[in-house]
């Protein structure tokens, strides 16, 4: 039946704008998963369904699996994306995930990341397909999953555990030669282990021979790592080709103490020859600095001299649920030793001195940042640094410098300086400096954390409408546990021509990073 042509074009302008609206979707689904509702994923459109079930649980997507055929073949991308092989948890299913896997090559193929963690995992492997390696001398040649992984995490560590390594090694297509090699280097002999572009460590010492895996670019490693110096270790990370390293705080990272133990992660850090990026997670679960012990930001900088030339990425990051020390805090005297600096991450107390309320803003640009700085984020921010960044924006107009800026990020963590956010969103004052910074071409984003969002107020705009069309920033918001998924979509359908003038939106779901759709 023909379309009448008014109802054509009302399709096409339908069509266009959800294309439009799809363009300007961040999706980041955080932390606690929202429950399991398998009508409300028919409505979908292809690209929300693939991330939000990207964020479910296995047991809540393999019941989404088994009762909804249009998620299936969403589904299967997901679920082989990630295996999961966790024995503290009693799961039986990566079993038979892996005889899955071993019967179809197909889905063997979209397998990229894989965890290995536990206090026994021969145990909870005994199903997989396996190799005689001792005893009676057989060899059975039984099938291998045929897997290319792209990312590892290892929670065990493998000079002491490889017995419990052992079959997943063989399952991954290791083969042993009559004169064997130690167990860490194993490691690195295991094919689908050949095109690596990132390792996760959990454990205290690190398995340093995977560092030759060429593809191999960054590492992160867990707060209980033991920083160590030694040749050997040496000169394995003097080859690697790393240029990414992510780590947990912990007291051997910040602590002033000028003693072996202490200089072991500045050693550490000038082993890797191609580090670009660093990023150092300020969160302190299990472990409380005693007042004066981390109060100087010099103590961090300074460990990171060795590669001050080369770095091009810092950050001093922070989790949204994470607890941050603000009493005695002295900030950092100058980023421009850092020359080549271009993403700097920062608490706001670590970049302003509020100690002195005369002098708070007197401050020369030019001496704290590096002039290749491009983009800057400040994370607990309170109302003042308005009148910071208009002062940045006041400078670099006076002296026509930091050409490459580009991107100014306030984000506001939650507990945190809700109310500074407020009057930054809200107010005029306040966005008048902002706008200072904006009307340079420079992007300043406003991003809260806030996961107290009243979802039942149906005069509420969690967008804050004139806000964001006044300053064509993004905002982001988050909501709780117990919103179901059909209440997100519902936003999406029901608000729709609040969206109509925003740049982007974010959701936020609380505490793991955030993923992009488009």
């Keep these: 039946m023909d379309l009448d042509p008014h109802q054509s074009t009302a399709m096409a302008t ?16 955080m932390y606690h998963k929202p429950p399991v509702n398998v009508t409300s994923f028919e409505k979908l459109p292809d690209e929300i369904l693939l991330h939000i079930m990207s964020s479910l649980d296995t047991s809540d997507l393999l019941k989404t699996v088994r009762v909804c055929r249009r998620v299936q073949p969403v589904a299967q ?8 092989e966790d024995t503290g948890r009693k799961t039986s299913w990566q079993s038979s995930l892996f005889e899955t896997l071993r019967d179809q090559p197909g889905l063997a193929g979209l397998v990229k990341s894989i965890v290995l963690q536990g206090s026994d995992i021969s145990n909870n492997i005994t199903l997989y397909p396996t190799r005689s390696l001792h005893g009676d001398g057989a060899h059975h040649d039984l099938d291998k999953v045929d897997v290319q992984l792209t990312e590892l995490t290892i929670g065990i560590d493998p000079s002491g555990s490889w017995d419990r390594l052992e079959p997943l090694a063989v399952l991954f297509g290791l083969e042993y030669s009559s004169g064997k090699p130690n167990q860490v280097s194993k490691l690195r002999r295991i094919p689908a282990f050949q095109n690596l572009t990132g390792l996760r460590f959990v454990g205290k010492k690190f398995p340093w021979s995977l560092s030759f895996l ?26 690697s080709k790393v240029k990414e390293l992510s780590l947990e705080c912990n007291a051997e990272i910040l602590k002033p103490q000028l003693t072996l133990r202490y200089t072991a992660f500045e050693s550490f850090v000038s082993m890797l020859p191609s580090l670009r990026s660093i990023d150092i997670n300020l969160s302190f679960q299990g472990w409380t600095p005693n007042p004066g012990e981390w109060t100087y930001c010099a103590t961090l900088l300074n460990r990171l001299t060795a590669v001050s030339e080369t770095l091009e990425k810092l950050k001093l990051n922070m989790p949204p649920h994470g607890s941050l020390l603000f009493s005695n805090l002295i900030p950092v005297n100058s980023l421009v030793p850092f020359a080549k600096l271009c993403e700097i991450t920062m608490p706001y107390y670590w970049l302003v001195d509020e ?5 708070h803003f007197n401050v020369d640009f030019s001496k704290l940042f590096p002039q290749s ?5 400040v994370l607990v921010p309170n109302v003042k640094v308005g009148s910071w960044i208009a002062e940045f924006a006041n400078q670099r107009m006076k002296h026509n410098n930091y ?24 107010y005029p004052g306040p966005r008048a400096k902002l706008d200072l910074m904006r009307n340079q071409g420079v992007r300043v984003e406003l991003v809260s954390m806030n996961p107290y969002v009243d979802w039942d107020d ?12 006044s300053l064509s920033e993004v905002c982001t918001w988050s909501y709780v546990d117990d919103v179901p998924i059909e209440m997100v979509w519902d936003f999406f359908s029901d608000k729709a021509a609040r969206m109509c003038g925003y740049q982007a939106i974010t959701l936020s779901h609380m505490g793991l990073p955030s993923r992009r759709i488009l």
Excluded at 14 to 29: P, V
Excluded at 458 to 467: G, K, R, S, V
Aim: aromatic letters at 10%; a negative charge; proline letters at 1%.
């Design 458 to 469: 149906e005069d509420y705009d969690p967008m804050a409408a004139l806000f964001l069309q």
């Design 77 to 84: 991308q997901i679920l082989y994306g990630c295996i999961k």
């Design 214 to 239: 060429t593809k191999l670019n960054s590492i992160h490693l867990d707060r209980n790592f033991a920083y160590s110096e030694n040749e050997n270790q040496k000169y394995m990370l003097g080859k």
């Design 403 to 426: 050409a490459n800026l580009r991107h100014i990020k306030l984000t506001v963590m939650e507990r945190y300086n809700m109310e500074d956010y407020d009057q930054l969103r809200y």
């Design 355 to 359: 100690r002195n309320e005369v002098d």
């Design 373 to 377: 700085l491009g983009v800057l984020e």
């Design 14 to 29: 339908e069509a266009s704008w959800m294309s439009s609206l799809l363009d300007n979707i961040e999706l980041d689904c």
